[in-house]
């Protein structure tokens, strides 16, 4: 293959509840209309949600997760088996990568610079997205993964620009100092990229590699929708945990109950995309602040949530079940009986 007919591959990386996912729904919603994308997404957890919301109404959008960890675990087999499908099945103009925000995105950068991808894929600049706020807390500036999203970016996007305060971007940048980067920094709001951001060069820094660094548990594609009530599964990694449901089709959630519940959670990241009497919502919750809005429609009911702090999961499930609208009908009879 000619260099020509190389893709233009970008990497867009962050921490838990950066925005990742939000920011590349904005650049899919402003792509050429005659150009195909195709977006390589992996989740930490193991029940994989993005690619249901990045696939939602989008044209000439082909999407891919690798669920379960870092994306280049395990010899780095699963990332490259979901890219050759994606590849072949695409044909696409340009690729995005989303790394969960707990992976290791110096050992992707090292697979797709690899003789296997070489005049396959043209490597383009990597974004980091990052909350600037973050930088004050010390497991933050501490956390190596944090730390490599930093030292990899070609660019850094101080995301969530409308909550800062007047002295949390020159925090940022004395931080990065102290890493002794001088990498330019561009605040935005909602994840609103400027598309011409992906076209900037890729300084490839691949000496940042760490070899035999693996996060325990397989790396495999999304948690299939049961045939009947839910499945359940679990993942850890790197000082997290994630525990995540799905349910097959015909299940049905009180929208107020489930707000109530996911409100008080007291966990690093929520998503959901759950059918309610209400419809479809999908629920993000982040910084300790849970949105919802509204889908047109899903494969079936799904939450992840992931948690730095030990969590009684079952516990959690038999709070989540009692909000389904069977269960809710359930509990009026009886309470009529009474």
């Known amino acids: 293959m000619h260099f020509k007919a190389a893709i233009p591959t970008n990497i867009i990386t962050g921490f838990l509840g950066v925005g990742k996912t939000t920011a590349i729904s904005y650049l899919l919603k402003h792509k050429p ?23 939602a109404n989008k044209q000439k959008v082909v999407i891919r997760e690798v669920a379960g960890g870092c994306m280049c675990c395990a010899s780095g087999l699963p990332m490259q088996i979901a890219l050759n499908m994606l590849i072949a099945r695409s044909k696409p103009d340009r690729l995005l990568i989303e790394p969960t925000g707990l992976g290791h995105p110096v050992e992707v950068l090292a697979a797709l610079s690899s003789e296997h991808y070489r005049g396959v894929l043209s490597l383009r600049a990597t974004l980091t997205l990052v909350d600037a706020r973050k930088v004050k807390e010390q497991r933050y500036r501490e956390h190596d993964i944090f ?52 076209d900037g060069e890729s300084a490839c820094r691949t000496s940042l590699v760490q070899t035999g660094r693996e996060i325990q548990g397989q790396d495999t594609g999304p948690l299939p929708t049961p045939q009947s009530g839910f499945v359940r599964k679990e993942n850890q990694g790197d000082g997290f945990s994630s525990c995540g449901w799905v349910f097959a089709a015909g299940h049905c959630f009180v929208a107020h109950k489930l707000t109530s519940l996911l409100m008080g959670l007291e966990m690093d990241r929520v998503k959901a995309i759950m059918s309610t009497e209400r419809g479809w919502i999908l629920f993000n919750k982040a910084d300790g602040i849970l949105t919802s809005s509204e889908l047109n429609e899903a494969p079936d009911s799904r939450m992840e949530c992931i948690s730095s702090m030990p969590q009684d999961w079952t516990a959690l499930e038999t709070a989540l079940l009692s909000t389904r609208y069977e269960a809710d009908l359930i509990a009026s009879k009886e309470k009529k009986e009474l």
Do not use: M
Request: net charge negative.
């Open 33 to 55: 209309a005659d150009e195909t994308w195709a977006v390589l997404v992996n989740e930490f957890g193991e029940v994989g949600i993005d690619g249901a919301l990045l696939g």
């Open 147 to 198: 730390r490599q999203q930093l030292q990899v970016a070609d660019r850094i996007l101080a995301n969530k620009a409308d909550l800062y305060e007047e002295y949390d971007v020159p925090v940022l940048e004395s931080f990065l100092c102290h890493l002794g980067l001088g990498t330019k920094i561009d605040t935005v709001q909602h994840g609103q990229i400027d598309p011409a951001w992906l």
